[in-house]
């Protein structure tokens, strides 16, 4: 909270030193970023106890409650670049998440034939969405729930967002589903196996495994069952395929054409739209828009509302891809018949971690080899990329992960 600080051009006549003088200027910014934030949650608590949050669950865990300004950062954070679609569905769907995928597929079968049986959603495409949530239950986030929607309630844009999923936060905590040391999650305050906001956990979340909580942190089993709710939600139709990739005729208007504007197989048959072998689309696909993510020469979709009950999960279209292509990998079927538009396709996770020791074996400190090309790594391969005369962009793509194998 800004607050106008005192004028200061008496203390100035008292002849303290430079070094304290700038401390005294410095200290407006200074008290802006106090992470006190009791006069904040004392505004805000007349608003948690109509919303149904306890004086004791109220005081339990926002007493001493302490902002991380690191999530302000995060909210604040424009990336320098926008990650290629290429990089984006290589790292999300690739030969290592489908084999733990099938793995988790035969480990919980039994569990998603149940979750098919009541919500109408095949069990590939529930694994899907585990596996780009949150890589089937190994990567939550790492950021305490109450804190950091605590500190997005008070600071930053956005807080009356914020502030609806913090007292829901509290409601989970109160209603016990969830052990309040575990509700850990993403800086934003999604969590979980499925990396649910609090509000949604609150709508969809359902208790699949009996036991009488909802515990999307610790059972695998309510996070599928909560999955296929969120769906079938979300206007999933059983049995309904997502969509297919087709093959479309040279020239074919894009224009006004996307995933929202439905039209029935007939129109697209008779504008040149075929499956990727070039035979007719199947009728049962019903209504479809036409979905293409790199331009008329990248790969091309027909999609389904089911799609769209996938895009509603994370209000993207990337993303609604990557679990579509992923639970269709999971099905068997392999990667898309038309390449992505580039002379330097992306790079899976395995490969990432490759470039990433090359770098190393070239005396880069790059940190951990994770497979996460971060700013550390984007920064030695962009010195690589110069030496080898290649454009210094930082991306990490076949072109370069070449050239450091050949040497
Ligand atoms: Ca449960």
């Not at 942190?217 to 997502?242: I, K």
């Amino acid at each position: 909270m800004a607050r106008h600080h005192p004028d200061n051009r008496p203390l100035a006549r008292t002849g303290l030193g430079l070094a304290l003088w700038s401390a005294l200027v410095a200290m407006p910014s200074a008290m802006a970023q106090s992470t006190d934030l009791s006069a904040c949650m004392a505004e805000l608590r007349p608003a948690a106890r109509s919303a149904g949050v306890h004086d004791a669950t109220w005081s339990r865990h926002t007493a001493g409650l302490q902002a991380d300004f690191s999530v302000i950062e995060k909210l604040n954070f424009q990336p320098e670049f926008r990650t290629a679609i290429w990089d984006y569905m290589s790292a999300l769907v690739d030969d290592e998440r489908v084999a733990d995928g099938l793995a988790r597929l035969a480990e919980h079968r039994q569990v998603l034939e149940r979750a098919e049986q009541r919500f109408g959603v095949d069990p590939a495409t529930v694994v899907a969405v585990w596996g780009v949530e949150s890589n089937f239950g190994q990567t939550f986030g790492k950021y305490p729930l109450v804190q950091a929607l605590g500190t997005l309630s008070c600071h930053g844009r956005r807080q009356n967002f914020f502030r609806g999923e913090f007292l829901a936060a509290l409601r989970i905590l109160q209603a016990g589903h969830i052990p309040p040391d575990r509700l850990l999650g993403s800086w934003a305050g999604a969590f979980g196996h499925t990396q649910f906001m609090p509000t949604t956990f609150e709508r969809l979340a359902v208790d699949f495994d009996g036991d009488g909580r909802a515990d999307l942190m610790d059972s695998a089993v309510d996070a599928l069952g909560s999955t296929a709710h969120f769906l079938a939600r979300a206007g999933w139709q059983r049995g309904l395929p997502w969509g297919i990739e087709v093959k479309l005729p040279a020239g074919i208007a894009l224009a006004g054409e996307g995933r929202r504007t439905k039209r029935p197989v007939a129109d697209w048959m008779a504008r040149g739209v075929r499956r990727t072998d070039g035979s007719a689309l199947p009728e049962s696909l019903g209504s479809t828009g036409l979905l293409t993510l790199a331009g008329p020469k990248g790969p091309a979709f027909l999609v389904t509302r089911n799609f769209d009950a996938l895009y509603s999960y994370n209000a993207a279209e990337s993303y609604g891809l990557a679990i579509a292509h992923l639970s269709d990998r999971l099905r068997g079927a392999g990667p898309f018949v038309t390449p992505w538009p580039t002379d330097d396709p992306g790079l899976s996770r395995a490969q990432r971690r490759e470039l990433q020791g090359l770098l190393v074996m070239r005396g880069h400190e790059i940190g951990p080899v994770d497979g996460m090309l971060g700013e550390k790594s984007r920064q030695a391969i962009r010195l690589e990329q110069q030496r080898l005369g290649h454009e210094a962009n930082g991306r990490g793509g076949q072109k370069i992960l070449q050239a450091l194998r050949g040497g």
